[in-house]
């Protein structure tokens, strides 16, 4: 990303660059035999840069130097704060996937929707002070920032539950839709069911969808148009939603077994696991179809995840093995690590900034392991549960990881200072939790449960 293109207009004209002050004579003294001295005239060349140049270039600065620019002194901490440079910084670090959707989430909130976002977190003053800027370029990176900052200073979270989705059978999948507005749901009983949240925030069902069989999975793409499902009669089928917010099945893809298929962020790209451990990749063609692109073999495979990127996936083994593959320039995929577990490694996902992957597993355990500066990963924190490790997923802002466990519980844990993860909140459940996720905006978590129900929670701050 161009920091100057992207970022260069301001809100307001730029105000003259203020008198630099003189930095103070220190008296000579010896150190090491030399005498040393602090010269009286001596000045900061960025200092004497034009301000508009002072602000482009800050702009091409990470989130940790302009967070340390800050402390140098109050011109440049004001210089900051009045660019909304350290806020800018901080949403570079998202996917650019993940900015579109965020801010689309936010532009489609009213003053009065947002002042209930902003709610569980943030105290009145913020609240009407962050209102009052909604028409800045800067207000989805300001608003972002400062909510992330509230939940991530937040010792506890206060679980409030807003809505239980009742199907006849068990739930496989649930998961949100990139607008955050929708919730997809597959299930035994043969149906997908799309639930939709109002503007008072209660969750009401829009449609539901009928297969032949028990479904097995349903993935949205980002746009939230097109669905994949994938049923027991080893049937993946895409569906796209028309403008009267009906679905109909644009393709169908049969293969002699169909466990799981799953749409890539960038939509072009489709995972198929079929049996003897293969994957099998697809594009979508010309004329819409889909087509065969790449055959990937595994052995021992459970799941497959894509990062943010589309450009990596993740392979979590029933052997205990968890492979990263990179996308190569030429179209191949090339194994670049491996963790290990001491049982069967049911799921494995990146977190949004490609930075962290989190792995859950019948051993009872989660492990977080970090991208390290030569491209290695290295593994960071053990999160323990009582019983099997069924899903674990990442916050969108990456700060937050919720991971589902045949122990009755979800637990949400947030990212330290240190690098360490601390236990936030747990869900309760009567029965094994089988998945838990985030919403896009990281404010609300969905639990699928054996008890037949999905639930979602809102997460408020603890006082």
């Keep these: 990303m161009d920091p100057i293109n992207s970022n260069a207009s301001t809100d307001n004209s730029l105000s003259p660059k203020p008198e630099q002050p003189q930095l103070e004579e220190a008296a000579s003294g010896f150190s090491a035999g030399k005498e040393v001295a602090v010269y009286e005239k001596s000045q900061s060349s960025f200092l004497n840069l034009p301000e508009l140049t002072q602000r482009i270039i800050i702009r091409y600065l990470g989130f940790r130097e302009i967070t340390r620019l800050k402390k140098v002194c109050k011109y440049l901490r004001d210089l900051v704060e009045n660019d909304k440079a350290q806020e800018r910084a901080w949403y570079r670090q998202i996917p650019s996937p993940y900015q579109f959707q965020l801010k689309a989430i936010l532009r489609a909130k009213d ?9 569980p977190f943030a105290d009145r003053g913020t609240v009407e002070s962050l209102i009052k800027q909604q028409k800045s370029i800067y207000f989805p990176a300001q608003l972002l920032f400062i909510n992330s900052k509230l939940m991530s ?17 068990r739930v496989k999948t649930a998961t949100f839709s990139p607008d955050d507005r929708h919730l997809i749901t597959a299930s035994f009983d043969k149906t997908v069911k799309i639930y939709v949240q109002e503007d008072d925030g209660s969750w009401q069902p829009k449609v539901a969808i009928s297969h032949d069989h028990s479904v097995l999975f349903a993935n949205v793409s980002r746009d939230g148009r097109h669905l994949v499902t994938v049923s027991m009669d080893h049937k993946a089928k895409i569906l796209s939603q028309g403008e009267d917010g009906s679905w109909e099945v644009e393709d169908t893809i ?15 790209h489709l995972v198929i696991f079929v049996k003897h451990f293969v994957l099998k990749i697809y594009g979508q063609g010309a004329n819409g179809s889909w087509v065969e692109k790449n055959t990937l073999q595994y052995e021992g495979f459970a799941s497959v995840k894509f990062s943010a990127d589309s450009r990596h996936l993740a392979t979590a083994g029933r052997d205990g093995k968890v492979k990263i593959c990179n996308l190569q320039d030429d179209g191949s995929w090339q194994e670049i690590a491996t963790m290990v577990h001491d049982d069967l490694v049911c799921l494995a996902t ?3 900034d490609g930075r962290h992957l989190v792995t859950a597993s019948d051993d009872n355990t989660a492990k977080i392991c970090n991208l390290q500066a030569d491209g290695s990963w290295k593994e960071m924190t053990t999160i323990v549960h009582d019983d099997s490790v069924h ?21 949400i844990s947030g990212l330290q200072a240190g690098g360490s993860w ?4 747990i869900i309760q459940h ?3 939790v089988t998945s838990a996720i985030f919403s896009a905006d990281s404010r609300h978590v969905v639990t699928v449960s054996g008890d037949y129900k999905v639930r979602i929670t809102e997460l408020w701050k603890n006082d």
């Design 430 to 432: 009567d029965n094994p």
């Design 422 to 425: 601390r236990v936030k909140a």
């Design 391 to 411: 899903s674990a997923n990442f916050s969108p802002d990456s700060l937050h990881v919720v991971t589902a466990s045949a122990d009755n519980t979800a637990k």
């Design 111 to 119: 003053e009065q929707q947002l002042r209930n976002w902003l709610e």
């Design 254 to 268: 049969r293969e002699s077994s169909i466990i799981l298929a799953k749409l890539s962020p960038d939509g072009l």
């Design 153 to 169: 200073q937040c010792k506890k979270f206060k679980l409030v539950d807003k809505a239980e989705i009742p199907h006849r059978d």
């Design 350 to 352: 990146f977190s949004a």
